[in-house]
């Protein structure tokens, strides 16, 4: 069983890391210092890489006055390239000058800028270009904040995608294979594939490392993790028995999503950024609705729950 902070104890980061929490249409941060260097795990998405880029410059800066001497930016790695997770790569690359290192699996993806592999197109999502240094794949350690990590496979959110595992000081940084309540969409099995599996594995491999504190992609840092284990399994189970639950699931994140980005759309065209968006076209095929009308359905959805609103025409994020 994964370690569990005691009770009314919260856990503490390594000195040597910083996590950055930020929202749901860019990814969390962690940044990793030693000597005079500093690596960035994840970028965030490309409508945040200017703020990102400036909010790296800060924080920089401050450790420059904390330790008495200049920190610079020697790398970016790279969990899994969703955009919500790379989209700050290109910017950050340029304005830091330092290499971007990348899963092994989609090299070939990153080399040939294959916008469906990468799923940026198919989820009508946007990423600018970058180029990948170097490459990590499951077995190798990734040295950050002067720790070394291992690196393990995590399928199921993403088949490529990857976590960071510190046994010495019983932290993991899970990307969106673990969050505090939950994990992140199976885009797998919204394809006629298999992820719920490579899900469940992804679950009892975490459950049986030393873990104390998980860093994850989205929302806040925790320690409880027997607690998160369990919701996530129990998460993982409804999906199971009901696939089409986790279909819809996913078209209203998808659908959030866009919103975030654009902020706001005429109700009527809601598909027309979606045309190329092929995974939340065969979403709706699972659902049982037409494009169109499952758009409309995930709006009205999201409408109700208070995460977007309808002001004449326009649908608008809340």
Not at 98 to 112: F, G, H, L
Not at 118 to 136: D, E, I, K, M
Request: hydrophobic share 45%; aromatic share 6%.
């Amino acid at each position: 069983m994964s370690g569990v902070t005691p009770s009314g104890t919260a856990p503490v980061l390594p000195a040597s890391l910083q996590f950055i929490e930020r929202d749901w249409l860019s990814s969390n941060q962690v940044l990793g210092y030693e000597g005079d260097t500093a690596i960035v795990v994840d970028t965030g998405y490309a409508k945040h890489a200017a703020l990102t880029v400036e909010l790296l410059r800060r924080l920089l800066g401050q450790a420059r006055a904390d330790r008495g001497r200049s920190v610079r930016l020697a790398g970016i790695v790279n969990t899994h390239l969703h955009s919500d997770h790379c989209g700050g790569n290109q910017a950050l690359g340029e304005a830091f000058d330092c290499p971007i290192t990348i899963p092994a699996a989609s090299a070939a993806d990153v080399a040939a800028w294959d916008e469906a592999a990468l799923t940026h197109s198919t989820t009508g999502q946007r990423c600018a270009r970058f180029r990948h240094a170097a490459t990590l794949a499951p077995g190798d350690t990734l040295r950050l904040g002067g720790l070394d990590w291992r690196v393990m496979s995590a399928p199921g959110h993403d088949p490529k995608s990857l976590v960071f595992h510190c046994e010495r000081e019983a932290v993991l940084i899970s990307a969106d294979a673990l969050w505090e309540h939950g994990f992140g969409v199976i885009f797998p099995e919204l394809d006629g594939q298999s992820g719920f599996d490579e899900q469940q594995s992804v679950l009892e491999m975490i459950a049986a490392l030393p873990v104390e504190l998980v860093l994850p992609g989205h929302g806040r840092a925790f320690g409880d993790v027997r607690a998160a284990l369990d919701r996530a399994f129990t998460r993982l189970e409804a999906m199971r028995a009901d696939p089409r639950r986790h279909a819809r699931h996913a078209l209203k994140v998808l659908v959030k999503f866009l919103l975030l980005d654009l902020e706001r759309i005429e109700a009527a065209r809601l598909a027309e950024p979606l045309r190329h968006a092929t995974v939340m076209q065969r979403t709706a095929a699972l659902i049982g609705m037409s494009f169109e009308v499952a758009l409309g359905w995930a709006a009205d959805e999201l409408v109700a729950q208070g995460q977007l609103r309808r002001d004449g025409r326009w649908l608008l994020n809340a």
